[in-house]
């Protein structure tokens, strides 16, 4: 090709240029990550975009990126308020005209909005679905130039998922009344159905489809099986002392005393659920989201859309309902990309709950179908003796080959420590057979104690001492029955009886293995090995700098605190630690070569420079 003649104009930029100039000036960021850039420049030009990426994967730069690159202003579908104001800070910092309207706007505040909307002075709006549907923000919209529409959690759109949000089948309006303004949804949780799904309810279809790995690989997995909870609770937050993290309980019970317990213990714990005074319960999400190291002790009501980047740990001390919610709660976790950990202590009483649970509601009789074989995919995951990410992205159909040399992650308690199986076909016939004499009504605790040939008040009310079965099982001890009868559940062998007390029953499948002709594999109990996971998720999760520079590293923390409380902000909206630390390690001596530290963008270095500088100077 022969050169094009100097005509002294500098060249014209590509649009892909003038997506990575924005990431840079606007963000701080010297690259785009994935396929951050194909999706930005595909939404740019005009057209819809159904995005599939995991929480930390950078899904709100696919659009917020565009709706700076095109005329109008973007608006962000979004189901939570929480998130909007997160995403509202974070953009101020940056220099961007955003703005929500929600719930929590006195009328004059959201007046004023609308008055930026109509008169295009602002770059992205958030607004919740049940407000972008009334006939007034309709007309709004009407009025307004309109760069895009992001549709965010958009798993919401599907009946069958954890997150349902009735609203959200209506969006399909937008395409309906302005189908020249391009759409773009995004998710972090949806199975290959749910995709489906979504495309469909939202008329999608013939929008491009970007899908990432959902895998995070800054998250180590670790399933124990519960024997203490609050003990097990309490040794895995040794390791995190000072940290910020989430736990998760099943019942607003359980979030309290969880709570207490661990404030007793010296942790800064805080609970959080749907039956606390509302003003209590924001006043404990601000403590976390502004102050270091908090620690919210929750259910499942807490955690969508919180956007705090430095979450070290989740920990799930009951078992949730299905994978999906486990992989989306467990995704709050390590979002700056650094490590993180997930933990879940789980047994088979948990399992007895939830099944009741499914069958006690209100659901119609697919729907139980589907929640039975949802839970029973997640006990899959917690019994497998395979690598657990393998196992956990293969539900969002990801076949995950792995590192290879016979390891697949490396960063699960499976892959770091391989369980040791057993041929526990004996002990399973004697399990088996100890349900079905006692009649199938008894849950796990008497049957272990009649295996065990323990003396108490109901082994004498039933008579069980004269069951053949009686003390057959006085070689294993009472947590090791408890593992064998959680894992013939898990593999079929036992089912409970839900719509009763919890009972254990037999299946169809047990009688080849009563009669000896199939064979029980079963997975070790690693109590000893447990501990040692634990500590060893110290180091990785230990994030180091040099001794030398951490004195400048703690300094602009105290900066940033400043900061952060003089605005009411978060403190990660005006740096996260990751900057912080590279700003510790570099010691910029000029706004210039601040400026060129990953996350310092022209608005935050013209607003934050000259302070940061003169805390480097001050640290020598």
């Known amino acids: ?7 002294g104009a500098p060249p014209a930029r590509t649009p892909a240029q003038d997506a990575l100039g924005v990431l840079q000036r606007v963000f701080g960021h010297a690259a785009f990550r994935g396929e951050q850039a194909a ?14 990426m995991p929480t930390g994967g950078g899904k709100s730069m696919c659009y917020q990126v565009p709706a700076l690159l095109r005329d109008g202003v973007g608006i962000v579908v979004s189901p939570l308020i929480a998130l909007m104001q997160d995403q509202v800070d974070a953009l101020l910092q940056s220099g961007v005209r955003a703005a929500y309207l929600n719930s929590t706007l006195d009328a004059e505040t959201a007046q004023r909005v609308e008055r930026e909307l109509l008169a295009g002075e602002l770059d992205l709006l958030y607004v919740a679905p049940e407000r972008l549907l009334t006939p007034r923000f309709l007309s709004l919209l009407d009025r307004a130039p309109l760069a895009l529409f992001a549709i965010d959690e958009a798993h919401c759109v599907s009946q069958w998922g954890h997150d349902f949000r009735r609203e959200y089948r209506e969006l399909t309006i937008l ?52 024997d203490n909870a609050k003990r097990q609770l309490l040794d895995f937050l040794q390791a995190h002392r000072g940290q910020a993290g989430i736990v998760y309980c099943l019942s607003r019970r359980k979030v309290e005393e969880t709570a207490e317990y661990l404030a007793g213990q010296g942790i800064d714990a805080v609970p959080y659920h749907a039956g606390m005074d509302a003003s209590l319960r924001a006043a404990n999400q601000r403590r976390f989201l502004r102050s270091e190291g908090v620690v919210v002790v929750a259910t499942i009501a807490f955690g969508m859309g919180i956007d705090k980047p430095d979450v070290r740990f989740v920990a799930h001390t009951d078992l949730p309902k299905s994978i999906e919610g486990y992989y989306q709660e467990t995704g709050r976790a390590g979002r700056d990309g650094e490590p993180a950990e997930a933990w879940m202590c789980y047994g088979l009483g948990d399992l007895v709950l939830l099944r009741q649970m499914i069958e006690q509601s209100d659901a119609g009789d697919e729907r139980k179908r589907l929640e039975h074989r949802k839970l029973d995919a997640l006990v899959g995951y917690c019994e497998t003796m395979r690598c657990r990410r393998q196992v956990l992205l293969a539900n969002f159909g990801e076949d995950y080959a792995g590192t290879g040399e016979g390891r697949a992650c490396g960063n699960c308690d499976n892959c770091l420590d391989p369980p040791a199986a057993w041929d526990a076909t004996v002990a399973a016939q004697k399990a088996l057979s100890c349900v079905y004499r006692s009649g199938q009504r008894f849950g796990a605790a008497h049957i272990v104690d009649i295996l065990r040939g323990s003396d108490n008040e109901r082994i004498r009310q039933f008579g069980h001492a004269q069951l053949s079965t009686y003390g057959v099982g006085s070689d294993l001890d009472a947590r090791a029955w408890k593992a064998v009868l959680r894992q013939l559940v898990a593999h079929g062998l036992l089912e409970v009886d839900a719509e009763g007390y919890g009972g254990l029953r037999l299946t169809e499948a047990s009688r080849a293995v009563l009669k000896g002709a199939e064979r029980v594999m079963l997975r070790k109990p690693t109590a000893a090995r447990e501990r040692g996971r634990t500590a060893r998720a110290v180091a990785t999760a230990d994030i180091e700098l040099a001794p030398v520079d951490r004195p400048l590293y703690e300094a602009l ?62 640290a020598g």
């Open 39 to 52: 999706i930005v420049e595909h939404v740019a030009a005009g057209h819809d975009a159904l995005v599939l």
């Open 557 to 618: 923390r105290a900066l940033r605190a400043t900061l952060a409380r003089e605005q009411n902000v978060p403190a990660y909206v005006i740096f996260h630690d990751a900057t912080l630390r590279e700003i510790a390690r570099q010691r910029p001596l000029t706004l210039g070569q601040l400026g060129g530290i990953g996350g310092v963008g022209a608005g935050k270095l013209e607003r934050y420079g000259d302070a940061v500088l003169e805390t480097v100077h001050e």
């Open 175 to 226: 395409h309906e009344r302005w189908p020249q303004v391009p759409r773009i949804a995004l998710t972090a949780t949806a199975d290959p159905p749910t995709q489906r799904e979504i495309a469909e309810r939202l008329q999608l279809e013939d929008a491009r489809r970007f899908v990432s790995s959902f895998d995070r690989p800054n998250i180590r997995y670790t399933v124990v099986q519960k």
């Open 1 to 7: 090709m022969l050169p094009l003649p100097d005509t």
